[in-house]
């Protein structure tokens, strides 16, 4: 792998991640939400940030910036149609942007529903996509601000991925995401072994994320609402694909 990929924990369950590019030591930084340990953890490697690359505004995604970029003096791109509420950015990015760590190319994707404005970086050679709370492990993120069409359509398009690509997502609300997804589909024979390996990982306090978008398929229910057996689960068959992942939401919602 050209690229180096480190997780770094934040606040009480959110993610953050270094993107470095090997060849060139180029680093940036997926979401800041808070400074210390990111500063902390790029400090312990030597290595200088570049760039720091958010996904959407809420405070837990964006609230280091302004120390990290006070400490380090990289640059921060975000979503130009939601640069009036998150810091100032020094690019603004739209569906498609090309986005680059050294040699290492990847596009920003439109993923609205969490929030409108909320993006997410593909970085192809890196086998990676950061995804922070649209697709999250065997979850998604809950509808603030879009529509369960709107969401649906953004996982569509994480989920056409390569199914080998690394699942960067914002949370580590793994263990509660399985539970619940038992709830949609208590035979699935892989989620019952992921729902597993899900909780003796929280039980030794590893992370569980990131995750491969193979397993997101195989076990997301928020990626499974088109299945003919998904459908029949819920007492939804023929029903369309929106409706029936408008449905997991609403009851995980009240979960
Ligand atoms: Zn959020
Ligand atoms: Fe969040």
């Not at 180029?26 to 500063?39: H, N, S």
């Not at 793994?174 to 699935?188: G, H, M, Q, S």
């Not at 694909?241 to 009851?251: P, S, T």
Request: glycine share 8%; aromatic share 6%.
């Amino acid at each position: 792998m050209p690229a180096e990929i480190v997780t770094i924990p934040c606040l009480s369950d959110n993610y953050a991640f270094l993107l470095r590019d090997r060849a060139t030591g180029e680093v940036a930084l997926i979401d800041a939400p808070e400074a210390d340990p990111i500063l902390a953890e790029l400090d312990r490697r030597g290595w200088r940030l570049g760039q720091i690359l958010l996904t959407h505004h809420h405070a837990d995604h964006v609230q280091g910036v302004a120390g990290i970029r006070a400490a380090t003096g990289a640059r921060v791109l975000g979503a130009e149609r939601d640069a009036h509420r998150l810091p100032p950015l020094d690019a603004a990015l739209v569906d498609g942007s090309p986005v680059a760590v050294g040699g290492i190319e990847g596009a920003v994707i439109d993923v609205p529903g969490h929030t409108i404005g909320h993006i997410a970086f593909h970085f192809p050679a890196a086998g990676a996509v950061f995804t922070a709370d649209s697709l999250m492990a065997l979850g998604c993120g809950r509808l603030f601000e879009g529509t369960p069409e709107m969401m649906w359509t953004s996982l569509l398009r994480l989920a056409a991925l390569p199914p080998s690509t690394l699942v960067c997502s914002g949370h580590e609300y793994t263990l509660a995401n399985a539970k619940f997804a038992l709830t949609i589909e208590p035979d699935n024979p892989k989620l019952i072994s992921r729902a597993e390996a899900v909780a003796e990982a929280r039980a030794e306090g590893r992370p569980t994320v990131p995750s491969l978008l193979s397993e997101e398929l195989e076990t997301n229910p928020f990626l499974r609402a088109h299945l003919p057996e998904v459908k029949a689960a819920l007492g939804m068959s023929g029903a369309d694909d929106v409706a029936v992942f408008a449905e997991i939401r609403r009851r995980k919602d009240a979960f």
